[in-house]
């Protein structure tokens, strides 16, 4: 069982760097279960998705209407927000811009406050998972239920989330029934742990929070600047219980989740569930539009949060990662994902998504190895139905890193070994002399390593290699003295 | 018809035989092969590891030494990922408008060996024999960079004797990814663990693909652990024949 994690998230109010990816990565490679669990559910949705992803003909015309869609949004981010602020005013609805977390979470409790709730229910939200909204409710004395089932066992759990679309990815349905049998009174004292007896302890237990409850908190899977209309898409109706019971609807959205149209919901509400969920259709998608005299919530708020995403609109290679519509699909065709989990990410963005979201939003200080989380294969890029060139972000961050590094680490980073190295190779390669002599040079140098046709040991930052492969040795003759022997048989190889 | 051969440091370096194999291949089917031995790296390694800087100057030797060529081919997928798909980033970074114009007019005509032997060469079977036992792993840049799809397979279809035996889960990555190998070590090798697994469970006698740093990373686990299973470059299955074995 995988120890809850302590690492700082994405938006965390506690400064310092995260632990490195790789030292977090190597914990999580070592919990059999946690590889066990996280390795079957990829593979299950991965498959899955292939499958009703394949029976779009127009899937490749999808993915490039979603990405244009997107990035005429982030090119008139501020008309658009303009107008949706206007279109959710004259629906009703009263709209609050948050510069980061803080100033969402004050407007959130600010707003719970004045209707003096003490308990409020929330649907799933990552924006507000990156805010720390819960935490900072708790500290004004308000608790916050997650009524998403993956969610609540997150937070029964004292958990953090390790996937954008399931929470609790890293936890077996054994896990689940210990937890709910140790936190939930409405836990029967013969729970099994069959996924339906385990999903009907929580829904009782979250049917008595939906009807007690003054105030609902939403995320926004997409708002319409046009209609001023605000829309959530899942799975289990929690959500829908959330947005339409409580008196009070507070949502809150990260400024990039706007579309320009009704009609773009042509497209997101086809590529969106067949992304995230692997289905045709999401059994909920909820739409609302302001307030209605006779229905739903009496009061809406819906709460615009920056935190960090005009930093990324700024950064013209990086700002395609806000095309991001969270569908997670990157995640689950993720080799690295895959293997460590969610938790190695060290943010509630984790997976290829993460790997660029959080250095951007948080800054390349606080992130720094999360850029390497990749061995580039390029195939989250693949499935991406806003086509995010991840590999390519990625590399643009390392860029990025190293250029920070050597502004800001002194001395001893310029002079790190793999910096000299680079530089060095940088100036063989520029030079055929150079090249050619270091070609023999390697040749030579080699000779305390190189054993019975083999390479079982490397030195230094290489060791990491021979720790399970072997290197073959430098060969006696390079191509170009065969090349040079073949082709001038006169002369001197 | 005529082609440069880009033959990557890597394979200059590290493994001739490859090189040696595409130029045997290639005249075999009538190519008229030159190396311009100005040619050094194409900085692939400096990029992605974050060094872009260094990348630039590298980028203006390439373009350089290959500007005459009438089509450039190199045994490496990975590498003409490079120069197809990210020199356009490096020149960008430079501001310099020659290098983009020169990197652009260069781009089309860099490519892969099976893309050469299929697209331009218009053959599928280059008369090949290999009688052994195959799998074949897609490596991620031919598949997600280059988009090379089954190329290569249709070249080793095409080679009598051989007996080419499916890679289950074949499109998933090694774990190699340059420096990833070294920096995320450990994940690196839950990858190769997997990889190597798969390669085993076919019970083939060879492991090709189009990039030897791939097969130098799935032989080198297949070496430490005495597999007795040998990585291969495609290139030196194709280049074989009755007479000439590698």
Redesign the interface.
Known sequence: MSAPTSLPVAGSRTPGPREPFPDAARRALADEQLRHNIGHATKTIREKRARVVGELPDWEALREAGRAIKERVLRHLDDYLVELETSVQRAGGHVHWARDADEANRVVGDLVAAHGAEEVVKVKSITTEETQLNEALAERGIHCWETDLAQLIIQLGEDSPSHILVPAIHRNRAEIRELFMRTLDEAPDDLSDDPRALAEVARRHLRRKFLAAKVGISGANFAVAETGTVSVVESEGNGRMCTSLPEVLISVMGIEKLIPRWQDFEVYLQTLPRSSTAERMNPYTSLWTGVAPEDGPREFHLVLVDNGRTNVLADVVGRQALNCIRCSACLNVCPVYERTGGHAYGSVYPGPIGAILTPMLEGIDRAGSLPYASSLCGACYAVCPVKIDIPRVLVHLRHLEVEHTAREGGLRARLGPERVAMRVMAGVFGSRRRYEAAQRAARLGQWPLAHGGRIQRLPGMLAGWTTMRDLRPVPAESFREWWRRRSEPGEDG | MKASLF?T?F???????T??AT?RLLERLGVEVD?P??Q??C?Q????????D?TV??VR?FVSVFADSEVVVAPSASCVGMVRD?YT?VAERSGDEALKEEVRALQPRVLELSEFLIDRLGVEDVGAYFPHQVTYHPT??S???LHVGDRPLRLLRAVAGIDLVELPEA???C???????????????????DKVRAVLDTGAQVCTAGDNSCL??I???L??QRAGVRAMHMAEILASTDEVRP
Do not use: W
């Open positions: 033959i440091c394979n200059d370096t590290l493994f001739p035989e090189g040696q130029v190396f031995r100005e050094t790296c900085g390694m400096h990029f992605n590891s974050g060094y872009a260094e100057p590298l030797r990210y980033d991620c840049h598949l997600r960079i499109e998933e990555c774990g190699f990814g340059g420096t990833f190998a070294v920096k995320n070590a450990d994940t690196s090798m839950a990858m190769l663990t130098m990373h032989g080198g686990a070496s430490r």
